[in-house]
């Protein structure tokens, strides 16, 4: 079965040894990305009580009480009123709320974009003298899975005026100029007090230098990690105003609040995540409004500020979570733990729309589905460490395609996990993934650590899997690859290894992996799980199937394509679904490769094979991740792009409307634009089957 497995590394991820340079960084122009933040592998020394109540008035432990003032700030743009009157309004799920429709959006564009629709920066009053800042991308973004529906995205930043105020979470790099134009064109930096961060990434810190330049007074609230982060960060000096000054950050402890006056006693949670263990939620008591960061986003770009209509947000919704939260279940109920006792308004995240009227159900779908990822019955194990971001970015690929596979996941962030974390989810998994930059030519610590406790308690008929990201010499995956091989371990896939930042095709032979990773467990258990179930159960279950098997369906070939991702696969539970519009469903299963190209809105081509054709040989056969399914074959585009096969009897071009989950399955429904038949006298092949416990 690992056989099976087992591939070469394809040729856009091997790893070009450099001779002689080892773990020094190659001279300039070899190295590609530079790295924006040194590796935090050290913890920093947290503010003490006495210093942070001397640097920071406002700060208050829980139970302090705030002295609430009178006459808040309004952004220069909006009077009091125009906030007040999102005050008070009482709605039902879904019904408009004509406060929050902009009749006149306040919108700055970026004329420097060339694109179809450029980036811009759209304001929106919130309630009690807070807005929203929504740096808007309207295509993709970057290379993560997480933007791979490609509906652009939103970074949320969130303006609150009291007595003080806060800034909440600016936008990255990408917009630093048009979003520091668009919030001085409304409010005097000179009189922002804090700045609070939910999280700190790499991407963010050019924006943040800029703010720090043009708001030296400004304090920066967050957590001890993110405060490490940015204590480390390469470039700190300019992230300092002052010369010779340290950065004048506020770390928050579980219970501290910030008093900004007027009721806005800001209350911190501390959310930690193995992706961002940084984490942190902030409440404001007075707006209601819950500042969610990471948690119930969506990267869905359009101008609606609130969720109205919530329910078509639903797919956009589920998918983020998906990527960013399925492998990370422990925790995001914890998180929910933490929340729930709050009275929320809205959740305002760091993507996407504001959530107000699907609150309840996203937050149930929230605890819902990590608890589903809970009850899966195989658990993996991926354990990694990143700097940078680019190895976790390759985490989240694999982790994705695990738990596409119905493989619950336990991410453990090593630089953050305690040894006895890490060897409780080992002893639980039935496999194990290790991830690992190189840095100096070395395994970080954290790595090694975790390395350590698998090689000396975990048993040798576990799955392993190694994969990392390097800049120029990479030992970090063999060094690991080599001892995990010299101690026995069986590999579920060959060694992964991307140099800096993983490309669209990295992550799609990543997720591949995760699922082939997955398929390959469950295989094992199934053997096992025959081996136990008694005789009678057997023959009862043996003519059900059968019965089911009794279904038969037209044999297909379905070939989508999004951007540069193209997939293909054999289809026979395909139906005709309705005749006006005419459409059709298509059984896709969790683990398919194509599963991630068949969302709302993309289009596929519907091949129906005919009888006696070599085509359906050709797709049986198993593919590696990456591959070319349709090497060998003659085919034509269809108007929407998408391959047809010339051998085919009949094609049919459609597009997605929506999706049902069904157990193992998606149910894929979708509208036929155009077909042809190919081949007039020929006749649909027909998949006949013994048993419905396979295609
Ligand atoms: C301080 C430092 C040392 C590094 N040393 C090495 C090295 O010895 N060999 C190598 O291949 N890459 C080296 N790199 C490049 C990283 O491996 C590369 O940036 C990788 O993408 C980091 O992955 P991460 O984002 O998961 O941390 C180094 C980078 C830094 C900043």
């Known amino acids: ?56 008035p406002g700060m208050m432990k829980a139970g302090q009480r705030s002295e609430a003032g009178v006459g808040s700030q309004f952004p220069k743009r909006f009077s009091g009123r125009d906030v007040m009157r999102t005050l008070g309004t009482s709605l039902t799920p879904g019904q408009p709320d004509r406060h929050t429709q902009p009749s006149h959006p306040i919108v700055t564009v970026d004329r420097s974009m060339s694109n179809a629709k450029a980036r811009d920066v759209q304001v929106f009053p919130l309630r009690e003298g807070t807005i929203v800042l929504r740096s808007r991308t309207w295509d993709r973004l970057k290379f993560e899975i997480e933007y791979a529906l490609q509906r652009g995205t939103t970074a949320n930043t969130y303006l609150i005026q009291a007595d003080r105020t806060a800034l909440i979470d600016p936008p990255g790099e990408t917009f630093t100029t048009i979003f520091l134009d668009t919030l001085q064109q409304r409010f005097d930096l000179s009189q922002l007090d804090y700045l609070i961060l939910g999280h700190v990434n790499p991407n963010r810190i050019a924006t943040l230098t800029r703010l720090l330049e043009l708001a030296p007074q400004v304090q920066i609230v967050c957590s001890n990690p993110a405060a490490i982060a940015l204590r480390n960060a390469d470039n700190i000096a300019s992230l300092t105003a002052l010369p010779e000054q340290p950065l004048n950050l506020q770390v928050v402890r579980g219970d501290d609040g910030l008093d900004l006056g007027q009721g806005h006693l800001l209350q911190f949670i501390l959310t930690p995540t193995p992706r961002w263990p940084d984490e942190l939620c902030t409440y404001d008591p007075q707006s209601c409004l819950l500042f969610t960061d990471k948690f119930f986003g969506a990267h869905r770009c359009g101008d609606q500020v609130f969720d109205e209509g919530w329910s078509s947000l639903a797919e956009d919704r589920r998918y983020y979570f998906d990527c960013l939260h399925a492998a990370q279940a422990n925790q995001v109920l914890s998180a929910l733990d933490k929340l729930e006792a709050l009275d929320v308004y809205a959740y305002a995240p760091a993507h996407g729309p504001l959530v107000r009227y699907g609150l309840t159900e996203l937050t149930h779908a929230y605890r819902h589905w990590s608890v589903a990822q809970q009850a899966q019955e195989l658990t993996v194990a991926l354990i990694y460490a990143s700097a940078y971001g680019n190895t976790a970015t390759l985490a989240q690929a694999i982790a994705r395609g695990l738990t596409r596979a119905g493989v619950n996941v336990e991410s453990i962030n090593c630089e953050f996990a305690e040894p006895t974390e890490i060897q409780a989810a080992l002893a639980k998994s039935a496999g194990f993934i290790i991830g690992s930059p190189t840095l100096g030519g070395h395994v970080p610590t954290p790595i090694q650590t975790a390395l350590g406790i698998v090689l000396s308690t975990v048993a040798t008929d576990k799955l392993a899997g190694v994969f990392g990201s390097f800049g120029w010499s990479g030992e970090a995956v063999d060094i690991i690859e080599g001892k995990l091989r010299d101690a026995g371990y069986r590999f579920g896939f060959d060694p992964i290894r991307v140099k800096f930042k993983p490309t669209d095709a990295d992550l799609q032979i990543c997720e591949e992996v995760g699922v082939d990773f997955a398929q390959a467990l469950k295989r094992s258990r199934k053997a096992e799980a025959r081996k136990v179930v008694s005789g009678l159960q057997q023959s009862q279950a043996a003519r059900t199937e059968q019965a089911v098997g009794r279904i038969v369906g037209s044999l297909c070939v379905v070939a989508a394509k999004r951007g540069d991702m193209e997939s293909a696969m054999l289809a026979s539970w395909v139906s005709q679904a309705t005749f006006t519009p005419p459409g059709l469903t298509v059984a896709v299963a969790k683990d398919r490769a194509i599963e991630s190209l068949m969302h709302s809105g993309d289009v596929f081509v519907l091949n129906i094979l005919a009888e006696g054709k070599p085509l359906q040989r050709h797709f049986m056969k198993p593919f590696q991740p990456g591959e070319d399914r349709f090497a060998g074959l003659e085919t034509t585009l269809a108007e929407n792009g998408c391959r047809v096969l010339n051998d085919a009897l009949a094609y049919l071009e459609c597009t997605v409307q929506n999706r049902m989950e069904c157990g193992d399955h998606w149910l894929v429904y979708a509208t036929v634009d155009r077909g042809k038949v190919l081949d007039a006298s020929g006749q649909t092949a027909v998949h006949h089957r013994k048993s419905g416990s396979h295609y």
């Open 1 to 56: 079965m690992v056989s099976q497995l087992k591939r070469s590394a394809p040729s856009h991820l091997s790893f070009p040894r450099v001779r002689g340079l080892g773990g020094r960084p190659p001279r300039a122009g070899v190295g590609g990305q530079a790295p924006l933040l040194k590796p935090t592998l050290k913890m920093g020394t947290p503010a003490t009580p006495a210093r942070r109540e001397k640097k920071f």
